[in-house]
């Protein structure tokens, strides 16, 4: 479909005062996360893409955290207290009018539960609504379980006559298979007109936003409509069954982009993503592995199987395996694993080898260090090419103070050497195994023993000549 203009001076108003009950939850049903987001980010980005403006989100006292967590990026009204769709967009069209100069000639609906919405689908209902000329233009879904959603009945010619809530419906209207969606256009200087006109329903005592589509048929005015098939792009989410299938539906949308770009997924059904991590073309991913947060992983970087990233930053040309990275830097051609743990803060130089179970915390590799088995980095600076042995570690916390440990480039660490910080290990240095160093070892110095003391390292052995098979 070929994108409409996008207008000035149409605003889109999000629906988002429910608290949302069959959630369960203290958290407002908006603000749920879907594959890293809020869900009523997602209606956020399809508004403003269709419209080319700011939107408007619709809150109450109950879900006060919504308005907080939206403050960046819409206006906001509040809903004193929610009485049903046709109150909230009141609360809608008074905040407009508040802080508009100039009055939106169409207003498009969301509700911000609605995260799978597509912009080309709220394109297409703006320009149905603008060649109809329309007071009212909304999308339906023809569906086999219109469920507990409200019908669109329709008069003798098709033309939508009103729309009845599955509460106050008839036996036969509850029969209908052509069920409201819950997006529309409005006319601006229509609606500002009419929306006061609103009755409370007899059943409920809410004001409905879809009595609005007999007002216009009582004026006289078209109520204009786009179909669609039920393919759960338009579904709402009530409770976490429903959220459990969006995630899901969003994943899928999300591995796609990913796999068009030039992504490898061994098993997309296994592959979660979040929606702002960025992959390169030709990463790699292995069966079970987690993205989240603001992660990026570099061209040719194979993230293997049950690894797991958070908020971290990936060079191309990576093996990452079976590992946990968590608010962390990596840079190009490094080995991470298996079962190793970058903790916040670390960052890791190009060609460092981390092997199993090494762990680093708030520290920098520097490039071509090899940290091996069993062993622990925190709150240090190392510098590049040196060993650190299996089962080392520093030392770091006194109790009371976390304490910075630095070794110098081209160090030797021995295994099951204990770093006491803060100590400083010089460039070339070397630990024995078993070592307890608690001072600082200066370059080209060895330390053995419990405590440490400090020694000049035995000098190494003179390789004989190589063989050239003359004789003696």
Known sequence: MTPQPKLARTRAIVLAAGLGTRMKSRLPKVLHAICGRPMIDYVLDAAEAATGARPLVVWSPPVEAVRDAVAGRADTARQAEPRGTGDALAAALAGLAAID?????????????????????????????????????????????????????????GEVERIVEARDATEDELEIDEINSGLYVLDGAWVRGRVADLQPSSVTGELYLTDLIALARADGRQVGSVQVGDDGSLDGINDRAQLAEATFAMQVRINERHLLAGVTMLDPSTAHVDAGVVLEADVTLEPNVILRGSTRVGAGTVIGAGSQLFDTIVGRDCRIWASVLESSEVEDEVQIGPFAHLRPGSS????????????????????????????????????????????????????????????????????????????????????????????????????????????????????????DGSPG
């Open 101 to 157: 100069r100039r009055p939106a000639t169409q207003l498009l609906v969301l509700s911000g539960d609605v995260p799978l919405v597509e912009v080309d689908l709220l394109d297409a209902l703006l320009a149905a609504h603008l060649d109809s000329a329309a007071a009212v233009s909304l999308v339906s879904v023809v569906t086999t379980d219109p469920g507990r959603l409200g019908r669109v009945v329709r008069d003798d010619e």
């Open 348 to 467: 890791i130089g190009t060609r460092v080898k981390l092997g199993n179970y090494a762990e680093v915390k708030n520290s920098r590799l520097e490039a071509g260090v090899q940290q091996h088995h069993m062993s622990y980095i925190g709150d240090a600076h190392v510098g590049a090419r040196t060993n650190i042995g299996a089962g080392a570690i520093t030392a770091n916390y006194d109790g009371k103070r976390k304490l910075r440990t630095t070794i110098g480039s081209d160090a030797f660490i021995g295994v099951d050497t204990m770093l006491i910080a803060p100590v400083d290990i010089g460039q070339g240095a070397r630990t024995g195994a078993g070592a307890v160093v608690n001072r600082d070892v200066p370059a080209g110095k060895l330390a053995v023993g419990v405590p440490a003391r400090l020694r000049d390292p035995r000098p190494e052995p003179e390789e004989p000549p190589p063989d």
